[in-house]
């Protein structure tokens, strides 16, 4: 298993600015990923970081818009950068540990509000 | 293009009665599928899972079928408590690749 962190919790921010999201893992792992949530929607995978090379993103995101670092097998940031009210939404961090056949665990989430 | 794919946005039962959750999927890629429950301000958490070489896999409360034909998925809750109302996702995964693709969600509310 895994425990995650994710800072801050929440946050409500002005259109235009930039917001930095903190993951932080109990133990190392090689597969670390950034879902959304929008609301009312499912999750959504915005990226895959694995650590020693550059991330990796979905159809729909694009790295200027949500810049990843993974400088560690134990933390990785997502950057919700020239944000709008569309960008309101929940941001996970999730990891996995094991093999094929394990399952993915999550961080609490980031509720971002854009106003 | 949803892969994932949860047709029931919203279940109500009563409490010690059967839950059914269920899930269809389109990629026949799809090689792992897990469930996961959410309550409101929190992150996903893993419930159960199964392989695309099983169609039943239990676990305590929770069982899920798999049917590879129809491309369908179940998790049935028995018997059904209050503290299970939450939302479900069921979840989709794809050989090496391990990223999961999730279905919309179902809301499931078990009265006391």
């Given at each position: 298993?895994?425990?995650?962190?994710q800072k801050p919790s929440r946050d409500i921010c002005q259109r235009g600015t930039s917001l930095t999201i903190q993951?932080?893992?109990?133990?190392?792992?090689?597969?670390?990923?950034?879902?959304r949530q929008q609301p009312?929607?499912?999750?959504?995978?915005?990226?895959?970081?694995?650590?020693?090379?550059?991330?990796?993103?979905?159809?729909?995101?694009?790295?200027?818009k949500f810049p990843?670092?993974?400088?560690?097998?134990?933390?990785?940031t997502l950057t919700v950068s020239n944000m709008s009210p569309e960008d309101s939404s929940i941001y996970?961090?999730?990891?996995?540990?094991?093999?094929?056949?394990?399952?993915?665990?999550?961080?609490?989430g980031t509720r971002l509000t854009v106003v | 293009?949803?892969?994932?794919?949860?047709?029931?946005?919203?279940?109500?039962?009563?409490?010690?009665?059967?839950?059914?959750?269920?899930?269809?999927?389109?990629?026949?890629?799809?090689?792992?599928?897990?469930?996961?429950?959410?309550?409101?301000?929190?992150?996903?958490?893993?419930?159960?899972?199964?392989?695309?070489?099983?169609?039943?896999?239990?676990?305590?409360?929770?069982?899920?079928?798999?049917?590879?034909?129809?491309?369908?998925?179940?998790?049935?809750?028995?018997?059904?408590?209050?503290?299970?109302?939450?939302?479900?996702?069921?979840?989709?995964?794809?050989?090496?690749?391990?990223?999961?693709?999730?279905?919309?969600?179902?809301?499931?509310?078990?009265?006391?």
């Open positions: 298993s895994a425990v995650i962190s993951c932080q893992v109990d133990s190392q792992v090689t597969m670390m990923f950034w879902y009312g929607q499912s999750l959504t995978l915005i990226a895959t970081a694995n650590q020693g090379s550059e991330a990796t993103y979905e159809s729909g995101f694009v790295i200027d990843i670092s993974r400088p560690n097998l134990t933390f990785s996970l961090c999730s990891v996995i540990t094991g093999g094929w056949g394990t399952e993915a665990f999550f961080g609490q | 293009d949803q892969q994932v794919k949860q047709n029931s946005p919203s279940l109500s039962v009563q409490e010690g009665r059967i839950s059914i959750l269920n899930c269809d999927y389109t990629n026949s890629m799809f090689d792992y599928f897990l469930w996961y429950k959410k309550y409101p301000a929190e992150g996903p958490t893993f419930l159960i899972s199964i392989s695309s070489i099983k169609d039943k896999n239990e676990d305590g409360r929770f069982t899920v079928f798999l049917n590879k034909s129809a491309k369908h998925l179940s998790l049935h809750i028995v018997p059904s408590q209050p503290g299970d109302s939450a939302v479900y996702f069921c979840a989709a995964s794809a050989g090496s690749a391990r990223q999961l693709t999730f279905g919309s969600g179902t809301q499931l509310t078990v009265l006391p």
